[in-house]
């Protein structure tokens, strides 16, 4: 689970940095405990919590608190929450798709200008309310093309739904 591309996205953006995988990993592998964890891993056990909460405040990671008799100490066993993950990843993925096919339907169902110091980049309505002048700046506004970005968006949301067909075929359930 943890080497497709979605999954490893969601990881590395919640864990800062891909060499903190080997976290999840290891909970996948059933050490339960931040104590084993970071044993295993070499890496500090504050550190090691630190992502393990993390986890846990996205909902990925769950714990179970156990009182040690003799030291009255608290001790914690983790368990990675893989349908959570998979739970994640589609609604990610379902809302990232709506918002492209928005931005798409936005930049085709408009017309555009520029303004040529960079300033704005507005609709027709909005640029013909300025009477084609740049509120910043005063320069005439130019028709801007924005067919590049159109395919860029195209491209994308074929890019999220290939990624996200092919996620699903593999782990939904």
Known sequence: MI??????SLLVNILD?????????CLMEG??????IAEKTGIRLNIVRKYLYKLYDFGLASYKRSKDPETQWYSYVWKFEEDEVIKKICKDSEE????LNERLDEEENNIFFICPEGHLKLDFNMTSEFEF?????GEDMLFYDNSEIKNNIKEDIENVKNDYELFKENFKK
Do not use: A, F, H, R
Request: aromatic share 6%; glycine share 4%; charged share 25%.
């Open 3 to 8: 080497n497709n591309p979605l999954v490893k």
């Open 17 to 25: 940095d891909e060499s903190n995988l080997i976290i999840v990993q």
């Open 31 to 36: 050490m339960g405990t931040d104590e084993k």
């Open 96 to 99: 990232y798709l709506e918002y």
């Open 133 to 137: 002048i740049c509120p910043e700046c």
